[in-house]
């Protein structure tokens, strides 16, 4: 066989292709979700924002240009409301209503390794996800003295609620990342999941330790 052909295959099986990495993320996520709450004595509907920042870490072991990953994101969706009522003798009155998603995601997934050249590869991996969400909401008047602001205190009002739910499901990722320094790479990435509560995706910048 021609040595020039046994050169490639000799480096894809070399040990050097195989061990342990980590790395940390931070970007943006989009979500779409079904979590809402209406107030019913105040004729108000609140619900979280669609978008957040991301936190998040992974763990995994490449063996030649496959590999098995683990990670972990938190982020927080949002969402308030509020307004100005007449005042209360001395007080300034205002009502407010919010509502909010705290969300952990675990991911397992098989991931491949393509390097596009010495120094640049791209990865992809498909897998699942078991995702917590932890969603509340409340309601309270707020009242605040006009001459002294340190002054104040607060009232909670009917119509807020709790609930968790604990769901699995899919998720695809594409990246590429850029060698900058022996075993270090920085890289970006975007993810795209879904299961029975939200589905959406996330667009991060990452850095990457190879042992």
């Not at 589905?199 to 910048?205: D, E, H, K, Q």
Request: some cysteine.
């Amino acid at each position: 066989m021609n040595n020039k052909l046994l050169l490639p295959l000799a480096l894809l099986c070399s040990p050097v292709f195989a061990g342990p990495y980590v790395g940390l993320e931070v970007g943006v996520a989009s979500i779409n979700h079904d979590f809402s709450t209406r107030f019913v004595a105040d004729a108000k509907t609140v619900t979280p924002s669609n978008s957040s920042t991301t936190f998040g870490g992974f763990v995994g072991y490449r063996s030649n240009n496959i590999g098995i990953e683990l990670g972990y994101k938190q982020f927080e969706l949002e969402g308030s409301t509020s307004q100005y009522l007449p005042l209360q003798g001395s007080f300034t009155h205002e009502r407010e209503w919010e509502a909010d998603i705290n969300v952990q995601q675990f991911v397992v997934k098989p991931v491949y390794f393509y390097a596009l050249t010495e120094k640049v590869q791209l990865k992809a991996g498909v897998g699942i996800t078991y995702t917590q969400y932890d969603y509340s909401s409340s309601a309270q008047d707020e009242y605040e003295n006009i001459l002294n602001d340190d002054i104040e205190y607060s009232n909670p009002r009917p119509g807020g609620e709790s609930k968790n739910k604990s769901e699995f499901g899919v998720i695809a990722s594409i990246g590429v990342d850029y060698n900058v320094y022996r075993n270090i790479n920085i890289g970006a990435a975007m993810e795209y999941y879904a299961d029975s509560t939200a589905n959406g995706g996330n667009v991060t910048v990452n850095t990457t330790y190879f042992f």
